[in-house]
């Protein structure tokens, strides 16, 4: 039997079909969000790598921001509990989840059998999420595949203090006007998204294993700068983007199983 | 005849609330005297003096309900609030710029023209207590010094000790005969100490009304739609000590009685969960966030907000009166709240509970975490917090609520799944 799971992100659009609710046969993110062609691309990519077709889905279902506006799912649900689903299922002794997605970050606690304890996220502000590495990578004149790379040259983080997206672009740029080397001052911008993310984590209590997942975790800078916080080893999720419509695909196969 | 003969509560809810503007202007074309007071300012004082009063929270609630706040905070930002105080202020000072500017020029500005509120009128006096926030205190100083009328503060301390010490007893019973004597030297004529006992003794049949109303929320399914709290409200926050609210609150009561006797509840058969409320309602965005709850099946049976007016005391008694007024929910210390909170759970029997970190009200909102966390640890409901605003639209997004609710609800599956609930 084949479930599907699509999350409709803000900046990405990401799909996963399971196999008997175990073996992940496509996995596909294309990098366009909600209200664009990203859904359909997404979903074409991953019938054409699993060889499937519509009709050898059983159930679907629709994680994400555009959830809703994925009009053929059976069922949608929240990205937080996809994510605690997709997260279990890969780790099961994960206790801490920390998500950084196109818009949102979150923070999500889980018992033993991978149920949501708990949950933080961000506030009306994409400070700590992929956008404000966005807008850094273009003021810094490279592209967001190429920030690690650069972090992993610094000396030590830039100072990037202010939290708002666009004073610390202000920052940057006077860190830039100054002379800094642009490897320093990417270290510092990694910090700042690990400090928001961590900020959030903290309003509970941090437990390991902790495993993060959304399309920032494939940044090895943020990774590392949020283990040097921590002080606690970090596991990525395998193809991190993808963590949420897996656990839709799984929500979907358990679906599947109640109506046979 | 009784003119709410043969209406509902809600009919009558109306009614009286339309009844308290007109009585106010009235009482402004009469030559009599008209207040301004906070909500949960003592009310008793300025009703035994037959001064008519107006409620600037409830106004500012009703026109963001109303979708018409924008308007509000835009006129109260130019005039150079910050975009950072309270919603409730910023809607209420820009409409009393309105007032102010049609007082002094004789003209209706356009944007009073369209205010889509009940228009009220400018006040003669101004009424505020510490028993809930200091921004109360600056925006109703405001007020008074821009009018240059008395400003009457009850200044109720913060209860960081329980049970209450008497000597803050003391203090806040001599805040009350200090108000007495501002109103005597305002009206020119000894306070009214019989009108005085009359009205206390109202005040408190009223809140023994409000109370059963809350205490119908315990029955499950429940008969009572929490949102509808967010409604009545209006009623105990403003016209607490007068026989309308009484008889309001009364009819509400009886209708609730008759469905249970019926065998009707608020959601039949699809009461799939309960929740409670923590927090302010977001006024702009009520029927959003009660539909997006409706649509999971589920029931908001409690609230800390609406209990506030819980006011409960000895008429006669003034010590009595000074504890009612310093032990609302706003005035106490976290352990008592996080009991309070609790205690609000299981009475209603909630599955889970959602707060409101309100940009507003800082207040109610920097302890959230802290009592989601101490009230998790003991009574093991999931709970979310979502950010959003009492008034201002522009701090409010329907979707991360969406999200959020949605999760919750998913906690609360979960749970039941496990046979937990």
């Known amino acids: 039997m084949y479930t599907m799971g699509i999350d409709v992100g803000s900046a990405s659009s990401k799909v996963v079909i399971l196999k008997d609710g175990k073996e992940v046969v496509a996995a596909y993110v294309a990098q366009v969000g909600t209200g664009t062609s990203g859904p359909e691309q997404a979903l074409n990519e991953a019938f054409k790598q699993s060889g499937l077709s519509q009709q050898d889905i059983s159930k679907t279902v629709a994680t994400g921001y555009g959830r809703f506006a994925f009009e053929d799912a059976d069922r949608q649900i929240s990205e937080i509990s996809c994510h605690a689903k997709g997260v279990h299922f890969q780790f099961p002794n994960a206790r801490t989840i920390i998500d950084i997605g196109g818009q949102d970050a979150k923070a999500i606690r889980l018992d033993k059998d991978g149920n949501v304890k708990q949950f933080f996220m961000n506030d009306k502000c994409a400070a700590g999420t992929g956008r404000f590495l966005d807008v850094m990578a273009r003021v810094l004149e490279t592209t967001v595949d190429h920030l690690a790379e650069y972090s992993e040259k610094a000396e030590f983080p830039a100072s990037i203090s202010s939290t708002c997206t666009v004073f610390a672009e202000s920052e940057v740029i006077s860190q830039l006007a100054k002379g800094e080397k642009k490897e320093n001052i990417i270290a510092g911008v990694h910090k700042s998204v690990a400090s928001k993310a961590l900020a959030l984590a903290y309003r509970g209590v941090i437990e390991e294993d902790i495993v993060m997942s959304g399309g920032v975790a494939l940044n090895a800078g943020v990774v590392k700068a949020i283990a040097d916080q921590t002080g606690m080893k970090i596991t990525v999720a395998e193809n991190p983007q993808t963590i949420g419509a897996l656990g839709a695909a799984l929500f979907a196969y358990e679906e ?3 109506d046979h | 005849m009784n003119q709410t003969e043969g209406m509902n509560s809600k009919q009558m809810l109306g009614h009286y609330i339309n009844k308290s503007f007109q009585d106010a202007r009235e009482a402004k074309a009469n030559g009599k005297l008209v207040c301004w007071s906070s909500s949960v300012a003592p009310d008793e004082f ?15 609630a009703a026109v963001g309900a109303k979708k018409g706040a924008p308007d509000m905070l835009k006129i109260a930002e130019q005039k150079g609030y910050n975009v950072d105080i309270c919603s409730y202020a910023r809607v209420n000072l820009g409409y009393f710029e309105l007032l102010k500017e049609q007082a002094l020029t004789g003209k209706t500005p356009e944007a009073l023209e369209n205010y889509v509120g009940e228009p009220a009128v400018l006040p003669d006096v101004v009424i505020t207590s510490t028993n809930l926030c200091g921004t109360l205190l600056k925006w109703f100083e405001n007020i008074a010094a821009e009018l240059n009328i008395p400003c009457i503060v009850i200044d109720v301390p913060f209860n960081y000790e329980r049970p209450m010490p008497q000597r803050m007893v ?7 005969e200090y108000a007495i004597k501002q109103l005597e030297e305002l009206c020119g004529r000894p306070f009214d100490y019989d009108k005085f006992l009359e009205v206390q003794k109202q005040s408190q049949r009223t809140v023994a009304q409000w109370d059963k109303i809350a205490s119908m929320t315990s029955l499950k399914p429940s008969p009572f739609n929490g949102f509808d709290f967010f409604n009545y409200m209006a009623l105990i926050v403003s016209y607490r000590a007068t026989a309308g609210a009484e008889e309001t609150f009364a009819k509400c009561v009886e209708e609730l009685e008759e469905m249970v006797k019926n065998g009707q509840s608020a959601f039949g058969e699809n009461e799939k969960h309960r929740i409670a409320w923590e927090g302010i309602a977001v006024w702009p965005a009520l029927g959003l966030t009660f539909k997006t709850f409706k649509n999971m099946d589920t029931l908001m049976t ?4 609406p209990d506030i007016w819980s006011l409960r005391y000895t008429p006669g008694d003034m010590e009595s009166m000074a504890r009612g007024y310093s032990n609302v929910y706003t005035n106490i210390n ?5 009991k309070a909170v ?10 889970g509970i959602v707060y409101h970190n309100n940009r507003s009200c800082k207040l109610m909102s920097m302890v959230n975490v802290d009592i989601a966390e101490a009230v998790q640890k003991n009574n093991d409901k999931p709970f979310v917090v979502f950010d959003g605003d009492q008034t201002d639209p522009n701090n409010f997004s329907a979707a991360q609520f969406e999200t959020r609710a949605q999760a919750l609800g998913e906690m609360m599956d979960a749970k039941q799944a496990k046979g937990g609930k």
């Open chain 2, 170 to 176: 003391n203090y806040v019973k001599g805040q009350f």
């Open chain 2, 46 to 60: 300025c009703r035994a003096m037959d001064i008519e009063i107006l409620y600037p929270e409830n106004m500012a």
């Open chain 2, 334 to 338: 976290l352990e008592e709240r996080t």
């Open chain 1, 256 to 258: 599947a199983l109640k």
């Open chain 2, 302 to 305: 409690g609230s800390g907000y």
């Open chain 2, 342 to 351: 609790e205690k609000i759970m299981e009475n209603a029997k909630c599955d």
